[in-house]
């Protein structure tokens, strides 16, 4: 049972910042940003203890004190690379939603070579 409960964790752990910043992308205006941070963050930071805390044995060292030590930074360098291609995404459908004309130099606008 302890091994189902972690593997839940770790695999919420994999999908918390896509479901977040999924949120975001689809309510822009209600989830600041800090928030999806501190959420992405913090609650991959408390799944990584807690799957931890399930797998502690007698012979698998101390992992649950580096999760609750440095589980932060492992949730924040797996937030990252998502931040970052959520920002991408963001760039491409900002610029494809443009209007004609919109991505041209003024020079080009004028029409005079």
Known sequence: MK?????????GFALLPVLVLGLR???????PWWSVVL???????GLAVVSAMLNDG???????VGALFFG???ALLW??????MYGVV???RRRK?????????????????
């Open 90 to 92: 963001h760039l491409f």
């Open 72 to 74: 932060w930074a492992l």
């Open 3 to 11: 091994e189902a409960i972690s593997l839940i964790c770790l695999v």
């Open 58 to 64: 007698p012979d698998t060292g101390a992992g649950h």
């Open 79 to 84: 937030f990252l690379p998502w931040w970052l």
């Open 39 to 45: 959420i992405a963050v913090g609650g991959g930071w």
């Open 97 to 113: 939603g443009r209007p004609p004309g919109h991505d041209r130099g003024p020079q080009e606008k004028t029409g005079d070579r």
């Open 25 to 31: 992308m689809v309510f822009p205006g209600r989830i």
